[in-house]
Each structure stands twice: as C-alpha cells, then as structure tokens.
C-alpha cells in the first residue's frame, strides 16, 4: 500500500462536461411490508455538495442512498435529480453511480474491463471506453494495473478500482455505500480525504453513508443524521456538534454529557441557565424557561484542582492517552465524561476539583428534549 | 415509451392481422397464403368468426401511447391493453370449442351447439404473448420491480409457461378424475373407482391373492428407499473414510446410471436372470438349478431399482459423510468415546438427516419409475405402469388413469412434504467457516467390515450387469448363442449409400434423430428457463415469490406417468391443441427438467454477491444486459449442469413420452421398449450403449462449450457437479 500515490500530487484534471446536479427527496417513504424502512423523509443535496447521510445501523440510511441510486423504489413521494422527476425510473436509466462497501468488482473480468464496463454497455466504442478507463485509472493512481484481476488487488487498491469505475461515466451524483468499512484503521483517512478531495477537484454531487461520525464530520460539506427511518437533523459538520437539534444528535455524534438545567429567563436571543448553582448564557434555540436539558462537550467542562468554586465534585476514574487525559468526575449534576488536552499534571484520583464550563463552545441548550 | 414496448405492440397486431390465428390441419399442406393474411384473425373474423373481432379493442387501447409517447398514464393504457387482451384470448378459447359451446350456460342460452374454433395457431400465440409483455411493461412503467421491465416481462413470461405447462394439465387430471366419461361432474363415480378393491385390497395378507397396487407400489418403494440408503451409505462412508484402492472407480459407477436409459439395468437382468438368461443357462448346466420365470416380479424390479437408484444415494450421502467436521468426532475421542462409541453417537447421529433425505429419493424415485416395472413387473403391477396400461390398454378409461395418477401423486408430493417439513428446518451444516484442521476418524472395524461386504459384491454385480449390456450387444443372442457379430447395430444403424447421397435406412434412425433433435432443442430451453426463474427468485422481490418458487419446483415432484397422463388429457382439444407435435415432447422435458436448472442456478447465485448486478445497474447496464455480462459469465457451472442434465434426461426418459410420441416424433426409448417387448434383446441393448455414448460425447462437448468460470483465483477449488445429486424423478 506504501506506493500509491496520493490525489494530493496529481494534478487537477480538465473540469468535467457535465455539471453537477441537486439531489431531492420530497416526502419519500420506503416499506417492506410493514416494516417502514425510510418515514417521511425530506431533503436536498445542492449541486457540488458532499452530503453524508449518517446514523446507527438500521437506521434507513443506505436504504435512503439505494433510493437516489434507483436499487431500491420509493413507497411514496419524488426523486428528483437535477430537477428531473426520476422516482419510477430504473437505476439503468438514471445518471447516478454508486461505490459499493463490498467493491462489487466483477471478478471474472480484468481492472481496465471492470473500468470500461460502463461506457461499452453504453455503446461506447471499445477503444473509446478503453481510453476513459485509462484516463480515470490514471486518475486514481492505478496504472500499471490495468491487467490484474480484481482478486489480484489489495483492499485499498480495489477500493480505488471501484471508485474509478464510478467515475467512468462522469455522472451527475456519485453514492458512496460505506466505502471504507473494509479498510483497516490507517489507510482509512487517507482514503477519505483523496476522495474529499477528489470530489472537491471533479466538483462533483456526493452522497456519502457512514456509521461512523467522526468519518462524517471530516468529509462532509453538509451532514443528515438519520435515526429510527427518521432525519433526526440536517447541517453542517459544525452545526451539528455545537448545537444538536436533540438528544440523539447530541448523544450520537461526538461525546456529550447530557445535564439538566432550568432557564430562568430569556433576554433577547440569549438564556440565563442555571446548572447547578452555576449560571451560564446560551442562546436560547426557542426553548421557553423551565427545566431544560444541556449537551455538555467534554473538552468544555473545566477541572482545577484544589480550588473551590460555585460546582465542586471528585474525580473517580482518570485514564492518560497521550495527547488528552480523560476524566470521570462524580459531581451533583451527576457523573461527568471530561477530557483535557495540554501537557497539564494528570489529576490523581479521589482529588476534589471545582467545575467550571467555556461558555463560547461545546455547550448547548438541546430543543425539545 | 421504449423501442421494446412498441415493438411489442407491433407484433401484437402483427399476429392479430398476418398470421394463421389457428393451427394447421397435420393432414393438410398449408400453402404460402395460409400462412400469411388470409388465416388471420382479422380476416376469419369478418367472415363470420365475430368472436375474434373484440379483442381488436385492446390491440387499439395498446396504439394510445403510441400517438402520445410522452403522457404519464401510458402505464395505465398498457396495462389495460394488455389485461383485456389476455382475458379476451383466454375467454374465447376456452368458451367456443371444437364441438361448439363448451360451457353448459352459453349452450342453454344461445343454443346447442353453437359456433365452432379449433385450436391456437402461430398467430393466436404471438398475440398473446404480445399481450402478456404488454401488461408487464405497463407494469414496470408504473414503478413495479423497480421499474425494470425486463425483470417483469420475465416474472410474467416464466408464469404464463408454469400455468400452461404445469397447473392448466395437472387441474384437468384433476377434474377429469371427478368427471364421468361424459365430462360430468360425478364425485359418487370417483369415490367408487378410488376406493377400488385393485387399488387398496389385501387379499395378500389372508390369501393367496393379489394385494392393491397401492398397496404395492408403497411397499416396494419403502423397500427401495431402506436398500438404497443402505449400500449408499456402504460406499460413501468406503470412499471418504478407507483408503480403499479403487476409490476412482466407485465415482465412475456414481455416473454410470445416470447416463444409462431407465430400463437398461432391467433388460439386463433378463439378460442374466431370465429363462434364457446367460447365468441362469449356467446354473441348469453346472448345478441343475431349473430356469424359472422368478426375475419378473417383485424381486426382479426390487434388483433393478436398487441397482438404478444407489448411486443417488451414494451421491447425497457422500457429500453428508463429508461434511462431518472430523473436529466433532476428535472432541468425542479425546473425551475417551472409543471409536464405536464415537461412530455410533456422534457420527451418525450428524448423519441422520442425510440418511432421511437419501431414503425419500430412493422412495420418490422407486415410485416414478416406469421403465423397470414395465420390464420385470410381471404380475406385481404399480402404480406406474396400471395409469399406462389403463391409458393405452384395452381399458382405455382415462378416468381411471386420472384416479390412479393422483393417488401416485398424493404418495410422492407427501413424501417431498415429509422432506420438507421434516428435513427443511434442522440445521445440520457441521461445515464452518472457520478452518478446520482435524482428521477424519478411520472407521471402526465392525463397521468397515459391515461396509465392504455390502459394497463390494454389489459393485461387483453392477459391473456385471453393464458388461452384460456391452456384451449383449455385439453377440448374436445372449444365453443362446454368443457368436460375435455386429448384426444388431446394422440393423439399427444402417446407412446406405444410394444414386442420391447417404439412406439412412437402419430401423432406430428416425427415432435416433426424433430423440436428439428434441434433446437438443429442449436442453437450452430448459437451461434458459430455469437459469432465470433462479435468478428472479434469487435477486428479485416481488410479491407472491413463495407461490412462484412453489409453482416451479412442484413439476419436480410429479412423477413422470402422471405428467405424460395429463398433458394428453389438456392439449388433446382446443383451445391448446399441441399433442402429436414434437413441440409438446419438447415442452415435456423442459417443465420436467427445469427444477434441477432452478436449484444449481440459485445455489450458484447466492454464492455471488448481489452488489455485483446493483454495480452493473448503476452503470448504465439494463438488466438484461447485467444478464448477459456479469451474471451468466459467472453462472457457468450451473449452466453446465443444467444442460447436461437436460439432456440427459431428454435422452433417457420413458414414462411421460410413452404417452406422448407418435410414429412421426418416436424417441429413442420408446422404439427401444417397444424392441424389448417384442423380445428383440440384442437390438435393443445395441441402441442402448449407442444412446449411453452419445450422451458421453455430448457432456464433454457442453464442458467444452461453455467453458469453466474464471475468477482470476489462483487455484479455484473444483466444485463437485451438481447434476448428479439433483437427479430426482
């Protein structure tokens, strides 16, 4: 794996013909009998855009991403892809390719057949297809490879096979089905930022699924978070971690203590909380006073050892990693999850410590918890 | 709207306007303008045949979309087209027979007899083939599958051909049981022919008289069931569990049978065992032993059986011994078991339920058969060969046959129900896919013993009993006269060469010829049909898929006298009328043999991921063309074995063509029974090793022609054919 260049070192290609095209779900509802896979679900995926659909398993996300793909029929509601109503139209028949999480190389064909399948089933004349093949296999680094059965490629090389074959035909959304589940720990970032940055140079449509949301956080421009058939939230990377629409989304994409507070007023578009005996100001994300829930980052919860202050607890468990130090701090808001990073003294266990929150960042009033 | 759809609904109108919508008169040489207008529907219709002129509606509902391709109700005008048009061809062809009304209503209120039609021509097809495409793709249009039209026209096509072929005949055996011989609905004349005391009489058991046939197709098969499973198990657990020397040569016998026509191993026997038969010559000349008639009977079909239907057997188990994880059997050692104990509680235990599933192949099979009871049955009559005899017999009593054939039928589709419901729902895979590093234990004495004395003389009689067969081909008469000669083949295989080329004037050619035409026709179909009934069953979902999986493997349980009983009984008349045809030989074969193409297609293609069709989906590739380049590249071992299987079976089967060949369209196995039974053994035998070498030849030439699947694997394990082990009735 160590000779594979980086897209990083390429150099950016011609822009594409065709020009990225929007992805729209309105109102699309997916059943298997009565089992409903997808509920209600409505969204867009503006042209250019790398959009991650992510949520646990079961949650309805890769059905969603079969859905754009035309593997699987909406139960109700519109498809549409760069404008166009697609929702009965088979997969054959829309402008869309998919990378799959098991590569789906076809095994009794070559790389460069494997490549050229899509253009010469369009009735591409072979050497054409060969020449689009050799052209994106350059692409993607794999020259030299053309000859090799897929079975003769190491997992990331396939990985980057069934990417070139995607991109073959240079179509208007590319899907990606968990595309690095079959890598091991390393190679998956430095895969996901060439495809990042492939899909940044190609200025191409993506849809991206993942259960994985630190993957999701790092590539994506907009994230929909899925739970229970449901779109439990839409925004960026950024939106989601600083201001979760939920319990869910809180407690699902990255760490969070979930505490409870009351809002004993609001001020204009800011709250003053009460968290204990601590009063904080938040925006208020139209929650009226009264008992509220907060997400907590745990990189936002201030330890100081020895001091005292309006919130003080004991710490019961500290593990070092390294870069951050984590923490378990019994306190009267109950057990909190706290990591600190900076070469600070690790605290001993047992210590009392004050508690104190940044304000700025990490912490969020969560709507209708 | 697709260029397909509107090709479609040419042909449709093709089929209405151009051709003969009714089948010719054999006796009759249709002349070129028969073939073409003047035979239409069209034109019978406005010359009287009125009933023909409405189904013009729904081939105009079809041109709707035509005029406005780009409306999004089209799917409804082709459903509706197509829906209308099927029911309008169904419902004339059914209610307007040869003899007028069919049904009693339409004779009481438009009066006896009424108009007159006889049966579908080319014409009468196409349109409503056309029909049926036409309503799938308005189907697809409107979402189904999909949208994939391919795949619905598919799903429709394969359900047209199994309602035609399987549930249309075996509904009318069926009715024709509860009919008088005047077609009346008559449940007291059923009762009385089922309840016959020649069916479940026993006499046997208080007298000296005959016991009901059911009585004894029952207990030969159980009979045939427990000594199959038995040497089966001989010779399975000697070839992977000894180093027996001629391990080889046991595969080798494995196939044999397969190959050799049904009846073969009993003409063999008569051979040997008959009045004039080579060994009991022997025995009356060394030892005084008397000639007698005992080898026609029960214990003669008994031998035959056992002989034909071990290596089934031997197949299924086999691959059970093998599957036993030796892991098992050194947990049980190393917790002291002795090597009997071992074998005898946990081996096979493990075992039990291949035991189970090779003894109701052995049952089911024994209660098929048609060949051997024919040959050897004498007086002990079965089930087989009483619906044969009470069809082409003085009795000519179809309604009998009709009560006889369901009987046989409840007794093989219980035993498949028993398999099912018994066998369906144990687990009893011991292969993981964790590697498995043991050793198979070496079997205990008592049971090696056990095993080579069951197997070796019986190998050792099956090897007789095919040298016989070679023999007796090229002596002048075996028993009598063993002077060598090639006397028999001439006969058969006369070719001559006259003033205008090559006669073939030997008395087998015209079967011979009738034989592999319809072979070789009905292979590829029956390849073709059951690959894709695999694969909408594997990669598709639709509703109504456990029916469709049902309505394909149920002609796999019905054995062979009674499909041959009810495809004469339903396509004797209009509307259908293909008896006679070599068509319907044709389509004999590939709804017989299907199932086997369906089961190695689907074990086949859940080995191969479905990401790979979704891939060539998303690339463009419509289904058909995902078909055609990514799934049958990888299908080809089950091409091959469906094929061969195909053919096989093609060439060898006698119960459901006896009733079906005509002088025109002989098989190869009839003319042979037909030899048999006017004592012509040497003939008959001659053809026979003639038959068993074309097969030879045409397997490796499939082999050949199809090729092996390449996966770019640097050594791809050799997956054992999965013909044999299908090789059901």
Redesign the interface.
């Known amino acids: 794996m160590n000779n594979m260049p980086s897209i990083h070192s390429l150099s950016r290609p011609a822009a594409s013909k065709k020009q990225a095209a929007s992805v729209q779900f309105r109102n699309v509802t997916k059943r298997y009998g009565s089992v409903t896979a997808v509920d209600d679900v409505s969204f867009t995926i503006e042209p250019g855009q790398l959009v991650t659909l992510l949520g646990p398993s079961g949650c309805g996300k890769t059905t969603t991403l079969r859905m754009i793909a035309g593997l699987e029929m909406a139960s109700e509601g519109q498809i549409l892809i760069g404008g166009r109503d697609v929702t009965n139209l088979s997969a054959a028949d829309r402008d869309v390719s998919m990378v799959f999480q098991s590569y789906a190389l076809f095994p009794h064909m070559s790389v460069l057949e494997n490549v050229a399948y899509g253009p010469s089933v369009q009735g591409v004349p072979k050497r054409d297809a060969i020449e689009m093949a050799m052209e994106k296999l350059a692409l993607i680094g794999l020259k030299g490879l053309e000859k090799r059965a897929p079975s003769e490629l190491s997992g990331g090389q396939q990985q980057r096979v069934a990417v070139a074959r995607a991109l073959v035909l240079e179509p208007q959304v590319l899907l990606f089905d968990e595309p690095l589940s079959n890598l091991d720990a390393k190679l998956r970032r430095r895969v996901r930022e060439d495809i990042r940055e492939l899909q940044q140079s190609l200025n191409l449509t993506v849809a991206y699924v993942t259960h994985d949301q630190e993957e999701a956080l790092a590539v994506s421009d907009h994230i929909i978070v899925m739970s229970n058939a449901r779109i439990a939230q839409t925004g960026t990377p950024r939106e989601l971690y600083e201001e979760p629409a939920n319990l869910f989304v809180a407690d699902f994409i990255g760490d969070a203590n979930i505490i409870p507070g009351e809002i004993v007023g609001v001020t204009g578009s800011t709250a003053q909380v009460n968290v204990g005996n601590v009063p904080l100001q938040l925006p208020h994300r139209n929650a009226g006073p009264g008992p509220v829930k907060l997400a907590v980052r745990p990189d936002a919860i201030l330890l100081d050892e020895g001091a005292t202050g309006a919130l003080s607890g004991t710490v019961r468990k500290a593990s070092y990693l390294g870069t951050q130090v984590e923490y378990e701090v019994e306190s009267p808001i109950g057990n909190l999850f706290v990591v600190q990073y900076g070469r600070k003294e690790p605290i001993m266990t047992g210590t009392p410590v004050s508690i104190a929150f940044t304000p700025q960042r990490g912490l969020a009033i969560i709507p209708n918890s | 709207m697709s260029r397909a759809t509107l090709g479609w609904i040419v042909l449709g109108w093709v089929g209405f306007a151009l051709l003969p919508w009714y089948g010719f008169d054999r006796t009759a040489v249709p002349t070129l303008a028969d073939y073409f207008v003047s035979g239409s529907a069209l034109i019978h219709g406005i010359k009287g045949a009125w009933w023909l002129l409405p189904i013009l509606i729904p081939l105009c509902l079809g041109l709707v979309p035509v005029i406005r391709p780009l409306a999004q109700t089209n799917g409804g005008w082709l459903i509706a087209s197509g829906l209308l048009g099927l029911a309008l061809v169904i419902l004339q062809g059914f209610a307007i027979g040869l003899n007028g009304w069919t049904f009693d209503i339409l004779r009481a209120s438009f009066g006896a007899p009424g108009p007159s039609q006889a049966g579908m021509g080319y014409g009468a097809a196409l349109t409503a083939t056309a029909f049926l495409i036409i309503l799938c793709h308005g189907l697809?249009?409107?979402?189904w599958c999909?949208?994939?039209a391919f795949v619905t026209s598919s799903i429709g096509v394969v359900i047209a051909l199994i309602v035609v072929f399987v549930f249309f005949p075996v509904t009318t055996i069926l009715a024709s049981a509860f009919a008088d011989n005047d077609g009346n609905f008559a449940p007291y004349e059923f009762l009385v022919k089922f309840l016959d005391r020649s069916i479940w009489g026993l006499d046997c058991l208080s007298s000296d008289l005959r016991c009901g046939v059911a009585w004894n197709t029952l207990f030969l098969g159980l009979l045939v069931g427990v000594g199959t499973t038995a040497l089966g198990l001989a010779f399975a657990l000697i070839a992977t569990r000894t180093d027996f020397r001629f391990k080889k040569l046991l595969r080798v016998m494995s196939v044999l049978p397969i190959i050799t026509p049904p009846f073969v191993i009993g003409l063999a026997l008569i051979l040997l065992f008959g009045r004039s038969g080579a060994l009991s010559a022997v025995l009356w000349d060394w030892f005084g032993v008397p000639r007698s008639r005992w080898i026609y009977g029960l214990p003669g079909v008994l031998i035959a059986q056992l002989l034909a239907f071990t290596p089934i057997a031997f197949l299924v188990l086999i691959g059970v011994v093998q599957g036993i994880s030796p892991t098992l059997e050194e947990a049980s050692q190393t917790l002291r078991a002795k090597s009997w104990t071992t074998f005898w509680t946990v081996t096979l235990p493990l075992m039990r339920p291949g035991l189970a599933n090779a003894f109701l192949l052995g049952f089911v099979e024994s209660l098929a058969d048609f060949g051997n009871p024919l040959v050897l049955g004498g007086n002990y009559e079965v089930l087989s060969t009483k619906i044969f005899f009470a069809v082409v017999g003085a009795q000519q009593d179809q309604g009998r046959a009709a009560v006889l054939s369901i009987i046989l039928l409840a007794f093989t589709l219980g035993a498949f129900w028993l398999q099912h419901a018994w066998l369906g729902k144990k687990v009893y895979t011991t292969v993981t896919g964790k590697g498995d590093a043991g050793i198979p234990l070496p079997l205990p004495r008592r049971v090696a013993l056990a095993s080579y004395l069951t197997a070796l003389p019986w190998a050792i009689f099956t090897v007789a009993v095919y040298a016989i067969i070679l023999v007796g081909a090229f002596v002048r008469s075996m028993g009598r006269d063993y002077t060598p000669t090639f006397e028999h083949f001439l006969t058969a295989f006369r070719v001559e060469r006259s003033g205008s080329g090559l006669y073939f004037s030997g008395s087998a050619w015209d079967s011979f010829f009738a034989t592999v035409k319809v072979a070789a026709l009905s292979a590829p179909l029956t390849a073709a049909i059951g690959l894709l009934t695999a694969y909408l069953l594997t990669r598709q979902r639709f509703s109504g898929q456990r029916a469709f999986e049902f309505g394909t493997l149920l002609s796999f349980a019905i054995p062979g006298t009674v499909v041959g009983v009810s495809y004469i009984l339903a396509f004797n008349v209009p509307p259908i009328e293909i008896t006679g045809t070599g068509f319907i030989l044709v389509m004999c074969f590939v709804f017989r043999n299907m199932p086997v193409g369906v089961r190695s297609g689907i074990a086949t293609l859940s080995q191969i991921?479905k990401?790979?069709d979704?891939?060539?989906?998303?690339?463009?590739?419509?289904?058909s063309?995902t078909m055609r380049?990514?799934v049958l590249?990888?299908l080809r071992p089950a091409i091959v074995a469906s094929l061969v299987y195909s053919f096989v079976r093609a060439m060898t089967a006698v119960s459901a063509v006896i009733f079906l060949v005509t002088a025109e369209y002989n098989m190869a196995t009839t003319y042979i029974v037909g030899r048999v039974e006017a004592g012509e053994f040497g003939l008959a035998i001659a053809y026979s090793t003639v038959l068993i070498l074309v097969m030879l030849v045409a397997i490796v030439a499939i082999q050949l022609a199809v090729g092996e699947?390449?996966?770019?694997?640097r050594s791809a394990s050799a997956a054992p054919s999965p013909v044999a082990v299908q090789a059901i009735p």
């Open positions: 697809a249009a409107r979402g999909r949208g994939d991921d990401s790979l979704e891939a060539s989906l998303t690339l463009g590739a419509g289904s063309t380049r990514v590249p990888l699947r390449r996966l770019g694997r």
